[in-house]
């Protein structure tokens, strides 16, 4: 069985849409804030995954399959800054 790849650009890319349509002043009223709290805690695991050279690899899981990948690096950063 082939092994899952969860690709690193198609990450960043949701975590940079999502960024883009969370606002600051959402409140615990609006519906999707489940939604919005479970993305920070994924933030802090999509660290865990970044290699010690401070980039994440083409697949998350798999640092050996095409270990440096920019566009994903620098869609993680956009997003984990919230820009």
Known sequence: ??????WSRGNGLGICGLVNIM???????????NTFLKFIKNGN???QN?????????????????????????????GLAGE
């Open 1 to 6: 069985m082939a092994q899952k790849i969860f």
């Open 50 to 78: 970044q290699t010690p050279e401070g980039h994440w690899a083409m697949s998350l899981l798999d640092k050996s399959f095409y270990p440096t990948r920019t566009s994903g690096t620098s869609l993680m950063c956009m």
């Open 23 to 33: 606002e600051p002043s959402l409140s615990p009223q609006v519906r999707s804030i």
């Open 45 to 47: 695991k999509l660290l």
